[in-house]
């Protein structure tokens, strides 16, 4: 069974541009979860999809990250513009419901310089 | 939010020798869980618990949900170099799926 997809792997970037991540769950997993990991700091999830529906958006900083689940299954998570503290790495993951293990991806190194 | 406790945060040990970490919080959960991350991976989960007082082993890893329902603990066993990683205890929030971590236990064994 092929696990969760994300690319790039890396990306750096200036303060002020833009920047997406690419996610592909499991197939046939309904939940999809997008997490911000900073350096030393344990994962914090930043928005959760059931389907193509939002479930918890509650710690998104909506003002410049937004996240969209075309056809509830491959999903995009942007930043615009990027700040320096949004360095990170952002992991997606995946399960079959909200009530079942999650499976994260490798994660997205994001540097903002 | 919901906060975890994790110590310690880094352990240096030689390998063969046991390791022992914990986790704990002012709330009390009714799910407890233990990951691994690698270096350049994402978290993979290791044991999971869902009963106060439940003691479960998965090989060399043992992990047990204390009584109180507001720590557990893990421990590995002679360990070995791909030990090394960074182990993380996470719980459900309360109202739904939400996973809170802890700020991770970063083991390293030396040959």
């Known amino acids: 069974e092929a696990g969760v997809a994300q690319s790039p792997r890396y990306k750096i970037i200036e303060k002020r541009q833009s920047v997406a991540f690419w996610c592909n769950p499991i197939?046939?997993?309904?939940?999809l979860y997008w997490y911000q990991q900073i350096l030393g700091q344990g994962p914090k999830l930043l928005i959760q999809?059931?389907?193509?529906?939002?479930?918890?958006d509650s710690q998104l900083p909506k003002d410049r990250f937004s996240a969209e689940r075309l056809k509830g299954v491959d999903s995009t998570l942007k930043i615009q513009p990027a700040k320096l503290e949004d360095s990170a790495v952002y992991l997606c993951?995946?399960?079959?419901?909200?009530?079942?293990?999650?499976?994260f991806g490798p994660g997205t190194r994001l540097t903002v310089t | 939010g919901q906060q975890l406790n994790q110590s310690p945060q880094s352990m240096f040990i030689q390998e063969g020798e046991d390791v022992s970490m914990n986790c704990t919080s002012s709330s009390i959960f009714n799910t407890w869980l233990w990951y691994k991350q690698d270096p350049g991976e994402g978290p993979v989960l290791l044991i999971a618990?869902?009963?106060?007082?439940e003691l479960t082993s998965n090989g060399r890893l043992t992990a047990q949900f204390g009584i109180t329902r507001k720590d557990s603990f893990l421990n590995i066993s002679a360990s070995i170099p791909s030990d090394v990683g960074i182990y993380f205890c996470a719980t459900p929030e309360t109202s739904g799926s939400r996973l809170t971590f802890g700020e991770g236990t970063q083991l390293t064994v030396n040959p």
């Open positions: 993951a995946s399960s079959f419901s909200p009530r079942y293990e999650q499976y």
């Open positions: 618990l869902y009963k106060a007082g």
């Open positions: 197939s046939g997993h309904a939940t």
């Open positions: 999809f059931q389907n193509n529906g939002v479930v918890d």
